[in-house]
């Protein structure tokens, strides 16, 4: 039998690996990384290859399935994907009748490639804007600030290879796979120094010259006490700083008080760790930071945490240059008017934007674009300040995403719900509660586009092998639900011709498929620009070519007046998270431990693939982090099950005692959620019994002031054994 | 002269321990679920001198690894392994590999 060699893009998760995929007769037979790919290198990981399983898979969802019996019964009917089409377009119809398009939210996870088309959807549908994704819980707090701060729309601008000193700030291995080569490259030939932040001492700690670790939350105020010690000691350049930036005397005053004494007394790091980061990110430049999710998301003080983390990224500058933080406009999410439907000067903060709670977190309306979910779940069951009738999730296990999961359950199961559809690979515990549920194809089996991590680059993303039965992937999907609704919005005869349109809208590129395909790498004008240095100099960080910045100001804005705007200080003042031993002592009593939720694990992505033996092999159990210490005093065992429970919920899991972990923190990584897995024959875990976000709060009050960012990684729990731990 | 000896050589401060090598090995062989070939054993980290620390190793079955090096490309554990931290081969390209920079786990498949 003749092997095929097909080159593309994993779009499983954030990585965006270049993969080759060695086919026979539609099957997988071998997956290996790209080795020429411009960005991954070659790199690739265990999740990535198993695709073979599921491309394989006969438990996958392949036929859209219509519900028979009541809400949650498990009985289903297979129909085909021209009456599951009908019954979509037809609800909208019949919802926009009876109410209004408001009463109808879409909901998706992390993109597979169909971001701005899911925009485009609901723009057909007559909702502007990104529906219900949890944006409040993703990248966006990182996105935001950098936008405040740096006048630069990206999640970081982190150059590790080139840089002398390599900051990882609550960032997980898993997160840096294609890049981490390039950072042994850098400490091996240059002695770059690599420092590691993160409540978890994670693998990217094993080889750090130096690791801190902060108490979930308090990020924020270790950024203030770097830049205490950064200006007191003069090390920043101070050129640099009286030429470009904005504010600088308000902030050098802000951070008078956080010495390393009050530093170390709120984040828990020795006061002389804190001097020595200092002294090392100030004295071996460039500097470069690299952050995920860690400091400045899924905080009750996301935002001002982000603020703070890009402050510090200016006082490190000069910005723009190798191994510092580097501009790559044209990068990151590609978006346009005329994809979309968004109008450029639309206003997501207007009443007439119709986002749920849009004007109690107005940061979230302007820069999330999207509903507020609890307040949306919550509308559901209220039908105030208006009904939710209908509910789509593409690629959304919403049971397993947002936080207070019980909440969700809850609008889920109410007969005010009308209509529930979900998209997805298998059967999750949110598709078992859908009316409708479609199969979905995975990343070998798509023509697609995603171009959102290549800095300008363009990487082709087509197909290796046909997806199985009926799977369809979202583009084809969106497309053929639009056409229904309003056929001029969607010209295009398949998703073939969608990327090729995108691709010339874009980027002025005009390419045939095959052209598309086969050409596998492609330059953009933005590749151009990201290559230059100190474009702030020449005018190409700004459209009216003026030096400077983005900024208000066109200054980098450590005093910003927008943040203050959007409800905020304007200067990135630290706050306590709103649930901790410091802000609530009285919940601590009960609740002595700290918890952080939502650490990446090598296998799964975010709540995906559980069942996958390859996988599941790997992390059979749902576990929990325990510190040594702790779980001495507390007569918890290595594999014993625990229970951790918080003011709102519990939840089982098996105990992992190591210094992993610091003293007085329990971390729970994501999912914990399992599927069960036949081939390994180990068993499924229900959302309601190990579920993380169980035990978050949600809801006024207990999130970011303005952008309704859950607590997913700073929190109250306790800990104790449950008393018959074998099962 | 005999056959050359073959091993498989890890370079430990490089090895994330993301159990990609462990995968792979699945995938490419297609053993029962039952079976294990290769492991990567997670260590946890833990206090030496007052400071934490932590490196994995590998742990595979050395005949599997001599099987796989016959075979018309690269074997899998090698090729996705993201920091290309992993070696399987003759002992003297083991042997030469380990001259550079970093810590080294070697094992060596013995005449029995």
């Known amino acids: 039998m003749q092997t095929e060699r097909k080159r593309t893009v994993c779009t499983g998760c954030h990585c965006r690996c270049g993969a080759v995929v060695y086919t026979q007769d539609n099957e997988i037979v071998r997956i290996e990384g790209d080795a020429d790919s411009p960005y991954s290198h070659g790199a690739f990981c265990g999740s990535g290859i198993t695709e073979r399983f599921v491309h394989s898979d006969d438990e996958r969802l392949t036929v859209p399935l219509k519900r028979v019996g009541e809400r949650g019964e498990g009985k289903w009917e297979e129909i085909s994907w021209d009456e599951a089409l009908e019954m979509l377009a037809g609800k909208v119809r019949d919802v926009i009748d009876r109410y209004s398009a408001r009463s109808i939210v879409v909901a998706q996870g992390t993109s597979r490639t169909s971001n701005d088309w899911g925009q485009r959807l609901k723009a057909t549908i007559g909702n502007l804007g990104w529906g219900m994704a949890p944006l409040h819980v993703c990248l966006i707090p990182n996105i935001m600030p950098h936008v405040l701060t740096l006048g630069a729309g990206q999640m970081h601008g982190a150059d590790v290879a080139h840089a002398k000193t390599i900051v990882l700030w609550g960032v997980s291995a898993i997160n840096l796979l294609p890049e981490y080569k390039e950072i042994l490259r850098q400490k091996d030939e240059a002695g770059a120094k690599v420092i590691v932040i993160d409540p978890r001492f994670n693998d990217l700690a094993n080889n750090a010259d130096l690791y801190l670790r902060p108490r979930p939350g308090t990020d924020g105020a270790l950024f203030l006490g770097l830049m205490n010690i950064i200006i007191k000691e003069q090390l920043y350049d101070k050129e640099f700083i009286d030429s470009w930036t904005y504010g600088f005397d308000e902030l050098a005053e802000m951070v008078l008080e956080w010495t390393p004494e009050k530093t170390s007394e709120t984040t828990w790091i020795p006061a002389e760790l804190i001097e020595e980061a200092a002294r090392t990110m100030a004295g071996e430049k460039p500097t470069t930071i690299y952050p995920m999710l860690g400091p400045s998301c899924m905080h009750t003080n996301a935002i001002q945490s982000g603020r703070a983390l890009t402050c510090l990224t200016a006082l490190l500058g000069p910005v723009d240059v190798p191994g510092g933080f580097m501009y790559t406009p044209g990068g990151g999410p590609a978006s346009s008017p005329e994809l979309t439907l968004i109008p450029p000067d639309w206003n997501f903060n207007a009443p007439e934007a119709n986002l749920l709670d849009g004007d109690k977190y107005p940061a979230f309306a302007a820069f999330g674009n999207a509903n507020v979910p609890y307040s949306t779940f919550d509308a559901v069951l209220t039908e105030q300040p208006w009904p939710i009738k209908m509910m789509v999730f593409v690629a959304n296990d919403a049971l397993n995403c947002y936080e207070a999961s019980p909440k969700v359950f809850e609008a889920l199961a109410s007969p005010n719900l009308e209509f529930i559809a979900v998209k997805d690979f298998y059967l999750t515990p949110t598709a078992k509660m859908a009316d409708l549920v479609l199969p979905s194809s995975s990343w070998s089996e798509r023509d697609t586009i995603d171009e959102e991590m290549f800095k300008g680059l363009i990487i082709s993303n087509p197909r290796a092998v046909d997806p199985p039965g009926q799977c369809w992937d979202d583009w084809k999907f969106y497309l053929e639900w639009g056409r229904r609704l309003n056929p001029e919005l969607w010209p295009w005869a398949d998703e073939k011709e969608m990327v090729l349109w995108r691709v010339k809208l874009l980027h002025g590129i005009e390419l045939t498929w095959d052209e598309y395909a086969e050409g596998a790498y492609f330059e953009t004008d933005a590749c151009k620009v990201g290559a230059e240095f100190k474009k702030y100099e020449s005018g190409k960080l700004r459209p009216d070519g003026q030096p400077g910045f983005m900024t208000p100001s066109g200054r980098i804005e450590f005093f910003s007046h927008v943040t203050e705007s959007l409800g905020y200080e304007p200067l990135p003042v630290y706050h306590e998270p709103l649930e901790s031993p410091v802000s609530t002592p009285e919940v601590a009593k009960d609740y002595p431990f700290v918890l952080t939720t939502g650490f990446r694990l090598y296998s799964f992505f975010h709540s995906a693939w559980t069942n996958v033996p390859g996988q599941r092999e790997l992390y059979p159990y749902p576990f929990v982090l325990i510190n040594t210490k702790d779980a001495a005093e507390k007569g918890i065992f290595e594999g014993d099950w625990v229970e951790i429970s918080s003011p709102r919920a519990a939840i089982k899991a098996k105990a992992q005692v190591s210094e992993e972990i610091g003293a007085g923190v329990i971390a729970l990584p994501r999912p914990g959620w399992r599927q069960a897995c036949k081939q390994l024959n180990l068993p499924g875990y229900n959302w309601d019994e190990v579920g993380i976000n169980t035990l978050l709060p949600g809801g006024p009050g207990t999130t970011d002031k303005s952008f309704s960012t859950a607590p997913m990684r700073s929190t109250l729990c306790q800990i104790k054994r449950l008393e018959n731990s074998d099962v | ?112």
């Not at chain 2, 050589?9 to 062989?29: I, K, P, S, W």
């Not at chain 2, 074997?75 to 070696?87: G, K």
């Not at chain 2, 002992?91 to 550079?100: N, Y």
Request: net charge neutral.
């Open chain 2, 1 to 112: 002269m005999s056959k050359p000896r073959t091993g498989l050589l890890v370079r430990t401060d490089a090895c994330l321990g993301c159990m990609a090598c462990q995968v792979a090995c699945r995938e490419e062989n297609g053993f029962a679920y039952s079976e294990k070939w290769f492991e990567m054993i997670r260590q946890k980290p833990k206090t030496v001198d007052g400071e934490i620390r932590n490196y994995h190793l590998a742990a595979p079955q050395l005949d599997k690894c001599a099987f796989c090096m016959e075979k018309d490309h690269r074997p899998l554990c090698t090729v996705v392994c993201p920091t290309r931290c992993i070696h399987i081969g003759n002992e003297d390209a083991l042997l030469e590999a380990m001259q550079g920079k970093g810590d080294w786990q070697l094992m060596i498949k013995g005449d029995r």
